[in-house]
């Protein structure tokens, strides 16, 4: 009997062991993970973008149906075109201007909109991106030039970043608040200077009343091309703007604040602004906007939770997995 217990001593001891190592090497391995998240804050997650994105498959699932859903595209880098589309409950109509859109499908946050049904305006001032983007979209107005405040030269200086992919996306406009970007060039990369028309906001929109979605990533002139809009800023729903968390622009957000643009928080390196009248979307953004983009998305709302369970019973799956 002796040798019995001192046997179950022993085995449970070796077990109190692996759990002890077994707990210790979880929490070692969650340090490390947040320890990544706050070091490379600036890289994408791809589990948690592809996370967003069944969300609103999901949504658009249960709104539309399957026909609808499969082609529904996504491409935004950091989720955003899931954002958008839950944001606005997936409706199939609605205005919106993507500036910066770049070739109007890699990283396009307004593509999967436009799938929907949604009209708009993109405008992108690099020349050979701009003729690929209305190649891909030719159901958009596209616009070649770079969006200016008033008062602006009826062309500007516009630097081209040449010998990459990732650097032609930060190519910016010569001068001003976005000429510091150019540390974000790669390395390897050249500039190329070009003459491009320019546009107020205020200048393309003379027949929109209501911009439904304003998604503005201008390296760093953003904040010019919202002094273009000017009356007109109150005329939009919501602005998705390029900005990080770690630098904010405080007079910005005081102005968008003046214009009724009242700041949700931040997601996928954007702000989000919802105007301050439009009850239904602020409390939508502030519902999915409590979960940080480093993290999975917050608890669908009822409606997307209906959607995943009759999504699920048709085979399609659910949010995190079959």
């Given amino acids: ?43 994408v997650n791809l589990r948690v973008v592809g996370a967003w994105r069944e969300l609103a498959r999901q949504a658009v699932l249960f709104q539309h149906g399957p026909e609808v859903a499969a082609r529904t595209p996504f491409y935004a880098n950091a989720g ?3 954002f958008l589309v839950l944001l606005f409950d997936a409706q199939r109509e609605g205005y919106l201007i993507e500036a910066g859109a770049y070739d109007g499908v890699r990283h396009s946050v307004s593509a999967t ?12 001032a690099r020349p050979d991106s701009a003729a690929a983007c209305a190649s891909a979209r030719p159901g958009m107005r596209v616009v070649h030039g770079a969006l200016v405040g008033p008062g602006a ?19 910016h406009l010569a001068s001003g608040a976005a000429a510091e ?10 500039q190329r200077r070009v003459m491009v028309k320019s546009y107020t906001l205020e200048s393309l929109l003379s027949q929109v009343p209501i911009v439904d979605a304003l998604i503005l990533d201008l390296e760093g002139a953003e904040a010019e091309a919202l002094r273009g809009l000017g009356p007109r800023l109150g005329h939009v729903r919501v ?20 214009a009724g643009l009242g700041f949700m928080g931040y997601f996928g390196g954007n702000a989000v602004f919802v105007a301050q009248g439009e ?5 939508r953004a502030a519902q999915l906007l409590y979960a940080n983009p480093d993290d999975v998305p917050p608890v669908p709302p009822s409606e997307y939770a209906r959607a995943a369970a009759r999504s699920s019973r048709q085979g399609v799956g659910t949010l995190m997995g079959p």
Avoid: Q
Avoid at 113 to 124: D, H, K, P, Q, R
């Fill in 181 to 190: 970007r150019t540390h974000l060039v790669a390395a390897g990369s050249t």
């Fill in 239 to 258: 602005l998705l703007l390029e900005e990080s968390n770690t630098k904010p622009r405080p007079e910005l957000h005081a102005t968008l604040a003046e």
């Fill in 279 to 283: 009850g239904a979307l602020r409390r």
């Fill in 80 to 82: 955003e075109d899931a």
């Fill in 113 to 124: 909109l436009e799938a929907l049904g949604w009209a708009g305006l993109l405008v992108e």
């Fill in 153 to 171: 030269p009826p062309e500007v200086e516009f630097a081209m970043v040449m010998g990459s992919s990732s650097g032609e996306r930060v190519s």
């Fill in 1 to 43: 009997m002796f040798y019995v217990c001192l046997l179950i001593s022993a085995a449970l001891a070796i077990l109190g062991i692996v759990a002890w190592v077994s707990l210790h090497r979880s929490i070692a391995h969650i340090k490390a993970r947040l320890a990544r998240t706050a070091n490379r804050s600036h890289l």
